[in-house]
């Protein structure tokens, strides 16, 4: 038995997320299916590094799962991708330790959010990004992001369905830039709640309307409750973009 | 009674094709029936500049139709689009002369073809460009344009089903460039016909893998027959990227 580490970029569109669900199709689901099949009906579970909600997008997810065959490293991406669907790529795939975890060993994540700002809708980025033709002032989102930097409780920033009991974060990175005609919104940090990151561009694009002030950043983080905070971005412009295992302050490119 | 000209794009990865057919969700249809029902019931039929096949894409599709509504100009594309689905965009609504034909009035259209060469299979691109992830020799794929401008009879370099008599064009600029991590050919003449392009694409593949040489391009033209020309590259990788109505010479950029 040996455990093997994989790291994968998905097309959300057309996936009800990434966990598994009876009668969905999800992208857990897809690669279940395919160590199954690889497996000749042997079931093998894969463990994620966090799930991605519908029509999410990941550049770089990773999952571990532990397996029996002996496949040389290098054709275990071959093989895999052969019996995956065209909208799940996997990108790589290593022996790790058989203590390694995907989910629990994470030191960082890394998420990016694209919108675009042309007053007309664009076909070709519908499912790919967040159409938002209306002006931004940068300089406002930029400064208010600076409120978000650091260790705080997030509870004013994460669905109030989230479960997980210990809401305090460190947000390492919030970096907001022009790139390749999209606005994109980077963050780095040692955890993300759930629907934190579409919460947080939500309302940063109202700190960039004007409608929520710069200095009421750090009143709504302390008030710990999600009302306060903006909308929620939609989930096509949402991408995981890099799960991180190293420790983070020396290792990770980009980490201030 | 008006004539209208309508600019539009459209992701094709979800049409069976721009033009109308029964019990299938293309272009033609969807545009028909947005019109249907903005005249209350009255059926308008639109004219496009030409048809594109099933997983072939538009940057710059015209049409034109005739409409008794008097909706100012500018409301137009916003009337229309609210009825659309939102694989398709319109672009702009211009009155013209009611002599105007979307398709009899062409005198260019240009046409790119992306090809993305990284090893991975890319999700995202997958219905956007053509994964092509061999060497390519870009020299002689330039030199073997060189064979292609000009007026030819293209019979080789068109489907055996092609209809027109007369597959005498002229080709005024090819052009292979790198692009935003896509190698994209461009194409611009005064007219193509059935998988024109395609085939092209795919000929000129073969010409940067070595398996047809520069030198055959001539012969495989004068041929006049499909089965010497390369392989039919696949739709997704193409883009009807815009339609020229006036005196192509002095007026479309970027042609020599």
Same mark, same amino acid.
């Not at 970029?9 to 199709?25: E, L, M, T, V, W």
């Not at 040389?72 to 799940?88: C, K």
């Not at 919460?199 to 109202?206: A, C, P």
């Given at each position: %038995?040996?455990? $093997? ?5 998905? *097309?959300?569109? &057309?996936? !009800? ?16 299916? &395919?160590?199954?099949? $690889? ?12 799930? =991605? ?7 770089? #997810?990773?999952?571990?799962?532990? =397996? ?12 895999? #991708? ?6 799940? !790529?996997?990108?790589?795939? =290593? ?9 629990? *060993? ?12 042309? #007053? ?14 209306? !002006?931004? *002032?940068? &300089? ?23 479960? /997980? ?5 460190? %947000?390492?990175?919030?970096?907001? %830039?022009?790139? +390749?005609?999209? $606005? ?11 629907? %934190?990151?579409?919460?947080? /561009?939500? =309302?940063?694009?109202?700190?960039? &309307?004007?409608? @929520?002030?710069?200095?009421? @950043?750090?009143? @709504? ?5 999600? @009302? ?7 989930? #096509? ?9 190293? !420790? ?5 490119? +980009?980490?201030?």
């Amino acid at each position: %038995m040996q455990r $093997l580490k994989c790291e994968l970029a998905y *097309d959300g569109s &057309a996936f !009800s997320g990434y966990q598994i669900q009876p009668n969905k199709r999800t992208v857990q689901g897809e690669l279940e299916q &395919a160590l199954l099949k $690889l497996h000749k009906g042997q079931v093998v579970k894969v463990y994620a590094s966090g799930r =991605t909600d519908a029509g999410v997008h990941a550049r770089g #997810q990773v999952i571990h799962f532990d =397996t029996p065959l002996q496949i040389p490293g290098e054709r275990w991406s071959v093989a895999l #991708q052969t019996l995956l669907p065209d909208d799940i !790529s996997i990108l790589a795939v =290593t022996k790790v330790a058989p203590t390694f975890h995907a989910r629990f *060993d994470v030191t960082a994540k890394e998420y990016r959010y694209l919108v675009y700002r042309e #007053q007309a809708h664009d076909p070709f980025r519908r499912n790919f990004a967040y159409h938002y033709p209306y !002006s931004i *002032d940068i &300089a406002a989102i930029k400064a208010a992001s600076r409120h978000l930097l650091g260790v705080h409780d997030f509870s004013s920033f994460c669905s109030a369905k989230t479960e /997980v009991e210990d809401k305090v974060r460190e %947000m390492y990175e919030i970096e907001v %830039m022009e790139d +390749g005609g999209f $606005l994109v919104f980077r963050f780095v940090g040692n955890g993300f709640l759930y629907n %934190m990151v579409r919460i947080l /561009v939500g =309302t940063l694009l109202q700190v960039g &309307a004007e409608k @929520i002030a710069v200095a009421d @950043i750090p009143a @709504i983080l302390a008030k710990k409750n999600r @009302i306060y905070a903006g909308k929620t971005a939609p989930p #096509q412009g949402l991408y995981l973009w890099k799960v991180f295992y190293e !420790s983070c302050i020396t290792t990770c490119p +980009g980490v201030k």
